[in-house]
């Protein structure tokens, strides 16, 4: 099956055909690893990961003695680094050293979500290779290609163009139907009657950062069907919770806030 990516980002991958250090970048669930290990298995790649939710210093020490194994000349070694952003700053600051020295037949590629996470000084020494998600008439298209028996508008909308989400949506039909709940329950969020909103909203709650993208989702399909100051209003609303919650806000009342502040004009 063919990878389901933007074709800039098909073009920036050519660019791990060549050694050094480099930094791939952008949105969980775009498809980062998937398309970096498939491009890199012909050189059979060695893959570091969190252990378990972070990559720490021994990790990264092993790392530069994998570089400096006996072997020939010509062989080319790679290094990748899945999830790089949760790096400890001690491993950060040692890869730093080996970053500096990546032999000429090496290759040390970093994969993250959160670009931000990594120190300026790892950013400077690698080259950049952002990751942009597939726009809505791409997905559509490579979603016609394959046999599934879905709709898919549906499957678009609700993979938020990302194709880990669709991919996981095809396969498993359990999650498919809790997906296809949830953006039932979001429907009823922005809707006139504030019980219904004001219960949707109690029964989103505990996944509310998740399901904030999916609420940006649905408003920007509707604002496509039917343009219009309220649903611009609630992509913005979204937008202003998602950043109080990156400031530790209390999120139990978020969806709450959005199901009465936001009331349709019709």
């Known amino acids: 099956m063919q990878l389901l990516l933007h074709p800039k980002t098909v073009k920036e991958l050519a660019l791990l055909d060549t050694t050094g250090a480099f930094v791939v970048h952008g949105p969980a669930g775009v498809g980062k690893t998937t398309a970096v290990l498939e491009r890199l298995v012909p050189h059979r790649p060695q893959v570091i990961v969190p252990e378990p939710t972070a990559i720490k210093l021994a990790a990264v020490r092993e790392l530069s003695s ?39 037949q090496a290759q040390i590629v970093l994969i993250a979500d959160e670009l931000g996470r990594l120190l300026p000084t790892i950013r400077s020494r690698c080259h950049q290779i952002y990751f942009q998600a597939p726009t809505s008439d791409q997905v559509a298209a490579w979603l016609a290609e394959q046999e599934h028996g879905l709709n898919s508008e549906e499957i678009a909308l609700f993979a938020r163009n990302l194709p880990a989400r669709v991919t996981n ?15 039932e329950l979001i429907e009823k969020l922005f809707s006139t009657n504030h019980y219904e909103a004001l219960r949707s909203a109690r029964i989103l709650q505990p996944e509310t950062i998740e399901v904030l993208e999916d609420c940006i989702a649905y408003a ?17 609303s979204c937008r202003y919770a998602q950043d109080l919650l990156s400031v530790n806000a209390n999120k139990r009342y978020i969806l709450d806030a959005i199901a009465l502040s936001l009331r349709p004009a019709w």
Request: net charge positive.
């Open 66 to 104: 994998h570089f400096h194994l006996k072997g020939r000349v010509s062989e080319r070694r790679i290094i990748v680094i899945d999830r790089a952003d949760t790096m400890t700053v001690a491993a950060q600051n040692a890869l730093l050293k080996t970053l500096e020295e990546v032999p000429a």
């Open 169 to 183: 949506l095809l396969a498993d039909p359990e999650v498919l139907a809790a997906t296809k709940r949830r953006y």
């Open 220 to 236: 920007r399909q509707q604002l496509r069907l039917q343009s219009g100051r309220y649903w611009e209003d609630a992509i913005q």
